[in-house]
């Protein structure tokens, strides 16, 4: 049999798994994919946003699952018909809440631990066959307060969560690494999204969209990466608004591709057992 990996490689369309399709960078993201005619398949945490999502992308696949509660999601990947050969998968989707960790409820921390964090460790497994055959992408939209110490307070278990899902990024690279799976972790600063509204109520601060990155400058990053030849990986990618008073956004594009392919590294192909 001929190379799944080389001929997934070839293909005109490309097939992507997209969490968090349904706003913001993830909305942006399955736009820009649908737009040029790659297959979708998106997931929605119910039957009204599966129609919302199936109207702008009718070609798409869509399954609803619940990110927030791991048995019903796990059960929903089972019955499920999945792609074969999978070229990406994109966990975008997140949620945040906050407080002080004296006031933190149980659900508070479940529901945050469960959507940043377990939701794609399971999608992951369930969809790793796939991307094993294609030699494929899995991309995690993070959070660049992750890297910071200061952006912590208030939002523990959110902070807590995505440095979760981060070391299980980390781990999956070294474990896939062997069978052509790219892993790349992208850690976006402040962008105009509504959890970004949120986080502007709970700090008091005046929300301005020209402070921040729009949507579709963060998706074109992801782009960036999901386009890369399968012998090329890049690890992580950080990704920060500039101001707006020193440079427009094409600065901020270049600025973004260049720290991208400083951070590019060549992977050897997988080993293969005859």
């Given amino acids: 049999m001929g190379d799944l990996g080389a001929e997934t490689s070839r293909q005109t369309k490309q097939r992507h798994f997209i969490t968090g399709a349904s706003s913001g960078i993830g909305a942006a993201v ?8 790659d297959q979708l398949w998106l997931l929605a945490h119910g039957n009204q946003r599966a129609h919302e999502l199936w109207k702008r992308f009718p070609n798409a696949e869509i399954l609803v699952a619940d990110l927030a509660n791991p048995f019903t999601l796990e059960m929903a990947l089972l019955g499920a018909v999945l792609p074969p050969l999978l070229n990406c998968l994109l966990h975008i989707a997140g949620v945040i809440d906050f407080g002080s960790v004296v006031d933190l409820r149980a659900g508070q921390i479940r529901e945050q631990v469960n959507v940043n964090m377990v939701a794609p460790m399971i999608i992951t497994g369930a969809l790793l ?4 055959r294609a030699r494929g992408l899995v ?3 993070n959070s660049a307060a992750t890297l910071s110490a200061g952006a912590a307070a208030g939002r523990s278990t959110y902070v807590a969560s995505k440095s979760g899902v981060r070391s299980f990024a980390d781990a999956l690279r070294q474990e896939e690494s062997s069978h052509g799976v790219r892993v790349t972790t992208v850690f976006p600063g402040r962008t105009d999204t509504a959890m970004q509204q949120r986080v502007y109520e709970y700090e008091k601060k005046v929300y301005d969209a020209a402070e921040l990155m729009g949507p579709d400058t963060v998706a074109r990053s992801i782009l960036h990466v999901v386009d890369l030849p399968i012998d090329t990986t890049i690890h992580d990618l ?10 427009g956004e094409s600065r901020s594009v270049t600025r973004l591709m260049e720290a991208a392919r400083d951070s590019i590294t060549s992977i050897s192909p997988p080993s293969r057992v005859s």
């Fill in 30 to 37: 399955a736009a820009m994919l649908y737009a040029r005619g």
């Fill in 129 to 132: 066959p796939a991307l094993r």
């Fill in 139 to 141: 991309l995690f939209a």
């Fill in 238 to 247: 950080t990704i920060r608004p500039m101001p707006p008073d020193k440079a």
